[in-house]
């Protein structure tokens, strides 16, 4: 049988300043952590972060001794990196100091890490240009380098009359630092003969009063041309089947 519970000799006390910081991502920010003992024994202490976000936070360094009844002060770097989720605006870290001797009761801080708010879009098209004979299709990327997830309205932007434009799907989300695509098909009736005409277009991304363009273009080949160009086929298919005719007989 286990004895009575050990009494506690002491606890660890833990402040943070600031208790609140403002972290964009791709940056870093610096507070102090304070933790006092009133263990009558000196004790030693380990640091840890808490919570979902518990990695933006590195106690520096993240093992201290304590004093009887002293006190220590370390740093904590906060760091979002460039490339990190970011879901919330405020997110909560949660700071423990733990004593190795048993008998000391371990505390937590609270730390508040507000992540600005930025929306930044960008919008390209692949290929941007293309040289067809009917419809081009285009895919358009929409890349989101801001710090919230975003729900992006794609359309159709400014284009001659005579270019009809299709955008599927019309919306997409985007998580920060992520991207999604959407198909684009653009068409305009080809000329018979002449010169190829060239027609340009934009593809607009639009999310709140924010919105970005991405300029595209495509050749349309004649009709003439195209014929010619299905004839010259017909030519090279009905040569090979000949060419293996021949070797056939002579075989």
Sequence with gaps: MSGPPL????ELRVTVEPDTVDVAPGTAATVHLRIHSTADVPVDVVIAALGPHAAWCTPTPHHVQIAAGGAAQIQ????????????RHTAVVGLRATATRRGVLPHVAELRVRVPVTIALRLDLVPPTQRV??????????????????QVRMEPGDMPPEVVMRVR???VHVKPRGRARARVAVRAAPPWAGPEPAHTFTVRAVTGDHQVEALGSFVQRTRSGTAVLA???????VGLLFLLLLVGVVG
């Design 7 to 10: 009494a506690p000799v002491g």
């Design 76 to 87: 904590v770097i906060v760091r979002i990196t460039d490339r990190a989720p970011v879901s």
């Design 133 to 150: 004979s009917g419809r081009a299709r285009f895919a358009a990327v929409v890349r989101n380098d801001g710090t919230v997830p975003l």
């Design 169 to 171: 799907p019309s919306t």
């Design 231 to 237: 004839l010259a086929g017909g030519l090279v298919v």
